[in-house]
Nanobody, 123 residues
Framework: QVQLVESGGGLVQAGGSLRLSCAAS????????MGWFRQAPGKEREFVAT????????YYADSVKGRFTISRDNAKNTVYLQMNSLKPEDTAVYYC????????????????WGQGTQVTVSS
């Protein structure tokens, strides 16, 4: 069982930056692949980024590629999402998720989810 707690969301102007953190409980964090997803009002949850257990395999949605960076610190049981050059269309609730196998872009393949953190980008 893994419990995930996101933090770092907030209100930022377009062009600004935020860093989201997701702290995981449990001593097996390093064996999980992690993902970030987001959900805007009235829209379906969408994939943002994923990282494998070692931090080597990284994948991004086209909409955030070059602006967002996913990383992890297995010693701290934490995964991060550095978000730069933020746009109003990045406004959403951001969720982190964990799965026991490899990286995935598909939310239904993840086993554990955090409660989400709100990111609002003003124009």
């Amino acid at each position: 069982q893994v419990q995930l707690v996101e933090s770092g969301g907030g209100l930022v102007q377009a062009g600004g930056s935020l860093r989201l953190s997701c702290a995981a409980s449990g001593h097996t964090f390093s064996s999980y692949s992690m993902g970030w997803f987001r959900q805007a009002p009235g829209k379906e949850r969408e994939f943002v980024a994923t990282i494998g257990w070692s931090g080597v395999n990284l994948y991004y949605a086209d909409s955030v590629k070059g602006r967002f960076t996913i990383s992890r610190d297995n010693a701290k049981n934490t995964v991060y999402l550095q978000m730069n050059s933020l746009k109003p269309e990045d406004t959403a609730v951001y969720y982190c998720a964990a799965r026991t196998y490899g990286t995935s872009r598909y939310s239904h393949e993840y086993d554990y989810w955090g409660q989400g953190t709100q990111v609002t980008v003003s124009s």
